[in-house]
């Protein structure tokens, strides 16, 4: 194991003022998101989408890392350069998702899922090392429900995250596990502070029980909000509060640093927050690992039309600068009013 260059990596990924782009959408996703702007998932309009978001004039500025999907790491840019080197060179690193999606797990109340991947895993991390992904995620998904999550989906899901985790290590790929706490459903912000505290808590047994490095691994989190039908929703300060008390009680301090996905959340919701939670004393870095509220607005603008990429360009990389004064607690709503 190099861990002189894991922690060289881990270390820039949380860079002051930079956070990570999540652009390792599935096809199947990215369908989806095509499918609401009516825009053909073929592979040449997935390269086109990505193309446009890596190539966004000084988004590099802002942006510390980008994860791929499988084939976006073996498509070329528009100059012919396959795509992460082009990352490389605009001093951005390339990442990779690594985990092959969700099956129910067995004997589970619905709805319970496990992430698949771990066969085959170490030799598609030594080839996604030798194409220059420097770190790799692993979504792990637990959803609150009725009599859920159970402690199998616990258990299951940290196991699962420390094995891949400690794969990556030994690949001298930096390991951001991402064990996900859905927001979708009823249930009150304190009722999703438990869970992530019981998804933390398991995660970090499962991870020291592995031998993984607490110092060369990145936490890709949920905050912890209300769920999504909730009449009463979490504000801001109440969101920030309860996730860095969730955090830590769980996160050891060792770790270089905490990343965000955006979850479902509004764009300035996801920003708003990380702002409030990087403005206070933490004993690590935080910042976003956003897909959605980096990307909503350039796709909404884009819409597959080639006459669109310069304003979807500009779009994505406000959102991008927005976030990364949020990883620095300096935004404030009246930024982006200034910017429309
Ligand atoms: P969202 O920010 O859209 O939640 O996506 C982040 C991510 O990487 C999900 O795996």
Same mark, same amino acid.
């Given at each position: 194991?190099d861990?002189a260059l894991?922690?060289?990596?881990?270390?820039?990924? %949380?860079?002051?003022?930079k956070?990570?782009?999540?652009?390792?959408?599935?096809?199947? *996703?990215?369908?989806?998101?095509f499918q609401?702007?009516? %825009?053909e998932c073929? #592979?040449?309009n997935?390269r086109? /989408?990505?193309?446009?978001? +890596? &190539?966004?004039? &000084?988004?590099?500025q802002?942006l510390s890392?980008?994860?791929? +999907?499988?084939?976006?790491?073996?498509?070329?840019?528009n100059?012919g *350069?396959?795509?992460?080197?082009y990352?490389?060179k605009k001093g951005?690193i390339?990442?990779?998702?690594?985990?092959k999606g969700?099956?129910?797990l067995?004997?589970?109340p619905?709805?319970?899922?496990?992430?698949?991947?771990?066969?085959g895993?170490?030799?598609?991390l030594?080839e /996604? +090392?030798?194409?220059?992904?420097r +770190?790799?995620k692993?979504?792990?998904?637990?959803?609150? &429900?009725?009599?859920?999550p159970?402690h199998?989906?616990?258990?299951?899901?940290? =196991?699962?995250l420390?094995r /891949?985790?400690?794969?990556?290590?030994?690949?001298?790929?930096?390991p951001m596990?991402?064990?996900?706490?859905?927001?979708?459903?009823?249930?009150?912000?304190?009722?999703? #502070?438990?869970?992530?505290?019981?998804?933390?808590?398991a995660?970090?047994?499962?991870?020291?029980? /592995?031998?993984?490095i607490p110092?060369?691994?990145?936490l890709?989190t949920?905050?912890?909000?209300?769920?999504?039908?909730?009449?009463?929703?979490? &504000?801001?300060?109440?969101?920030? #509060?309860?996730?860095?008390?969730?955090?830590?009680r *769980?996160?050891?301090?060792?770790?270089?640093?905490i990343?965000?996905?955006?979850?479902?959340?509004?764009?300035?919701?996801a920003?708003? =927050?990380?702002?409030?939670?990087?403005?206070a004393?933490?004993?690590?870095p935080? *910042?976003f690992?956003?897909?959605r509220?980096?990307?909503?607005?350039?796709l909404?603008?884009?819409?597959?039309?080639?006459?669109n990429v310069a $304003?979807?360009?500009?779009?994505?990389?406000?959102? $991008?600068?927005?976030?990364?004064l949020a990883?620095?607690?300096?935004?404030?709503?009246?930024?982006e009013k200034?910017?429309?």
């Amino acid at each position: 194991m190099d861990k002189a260059l894991l922690s060289k990596t881990a270390a820039a990924m %949380v860079a002051k003022g930079k956070g990570i782009l999540a652009a390792d959408e599935s096809s199947g *996703t990215c369908e989806k998101r095509f499918q609401s702007v009516s %825009v053909e998932c073929t #592979e040449e309009n997935r390269r086109a /989408y990505r193309q446009l978001l +890596f &190539g966004a004039p &000084g988004v590099e500025q802002f942006l510390s890392g980008v994860i791929l +999907f499988d084939e976006t790491a073996r498509q070329k840019a528009n100059d012919g *350069t396959p795509f992460p080197q082009y990352l490389a060179k605009k001093g951005i690193i390339p990442g990779i998702k690594v985990d092959k999606g969700l099956a129910d797990l067995p004997l589970a109340p619905k709805g319970e899922k496990v992430s698949e991947g771990l066969d085959g895993l170490s030799k598609r991390l030594d080839e /996604y +090392f030798k194409m220059g992904c420097r +770190f790799a995620k692993w979504r792990s998904v637990i959803t609150i &429900g009725e009599g859920i999550p159970t402690h199998a989906c616990l258990y299951a899901n940290a =196991h699962v995250l420390a094995r /891949y985790a400690a794969a990556c290590q030994a690949a001298n790929i930096v390991p951001m596990i991402e064990p996900e706490v859905l927001l979708d459903g009823t249930h009150s912000a304190e009722r999703s #502070e438990e869970v992530h505290e019981a998804t933390l808590r398991a995660v970090y047994a499962a991870i020291a029980a /592995y031998g993984v490095i607490p110092e060369l691994l990145i936490l890709k989190t949920s905050m912890v909000v209300s769920g999504k039908d909730n009449p009463r929703q979490a &504000g801001v300060d109440e969101v920030a #509060e309860r996730t860095l008390r969730v955090l830590k009680r *769980t996160v050891p301090a060792a770790q270089p640093g905490i990343v965000f996905l955006s979850g479902g959340q509004s764009d300035e919701a996801a920003t708003a =927050h990380l702002s409030a939670m990087a403005a206070a004393k933490n004993p690590w870095p935080l *910042t976003f690992s956003y897909s959605r509220a980096l990307q909503n607005p350039a796709l909404n603008t884009w819409r597959g039309q080639a006459g669109n990429v310069a $304003a979807a360009q500009k779009a994505f990389a406000h959102r $991008a600068h927005m976030n990364a004064l949020a990883c620095q607690g300096k935004w404030k709503p009246e930024l982006e009013k200034q910017a429309a």
